[in-house]
């Protein structure tokens, strides 16, 4: 699992040295979509929005990075028009980011000790093969399960 998060930091560290390196916002918008694919990635994008600043001028991709740093597959299909389309890659990605907060959720609730429901998981993804999307959070080493 070190071996994942270097080279997750890696990947992050690359990106934002890309953004820093220039003033084009298309070449920015570019990096940035690029992120949201790169399976390397899944935490940063906190800091990859503050990279950009003021550089691009596109909320929905501003909304895209949120949603990628702190919402879930949830709040984008209650308003996909908000943020910039998706992949399937991309989806799966946010999908994962969604089982991921859910996980630390349950984790730090009182009532049931760190269980998380596979129709929980099932409802908040809108997915009915969760455990591929398990499965995939595991090989990348963002998920430890049992």
Not at 30 to 41: E, L, T
Not at 66 to 74: A, I, Q, R
């Amino acid at each position: 699992m070190e071996v994942q998060n270097q080279e997750a930091e890696a990947a992050l560290e690359k990106l934002l040295r890309m953004i820093d390196a220039t003033n084009d916002p298309s070449t920015i918008r570019s990096c940035v979509v690029r992120a949201f694919s790169d399976p390397a990635i899944f935490s940063g994008f906190d800091q990859i929005l503050v990279a950009i600043g003021d550089q691009v001028n596109d909320d929905a991709l501003k909304k895209t990075l949120e949603l990628f740093s702190y919402g879930s597959y949830k709040d984008y299909t209650a308003s996909p028009t908000t943020f910039i389309p998706l992949t399937e890659n991309q989806t799966t990605k946010l999908k994962q980011l969604t089982i991921i907060g859910m996980a630390q959720v349950a984790c730090t609730r009182t009532d049931n000790i760190g269980i998380l429901s596979y129709e929980e998981l099932a409802h908040q993804v809108e997915a009915e093969n969760v455990e591929d999307l398990v499965i995939a959070c595991c090989y990348a080493g963002i998920l430890s399960a049992r």
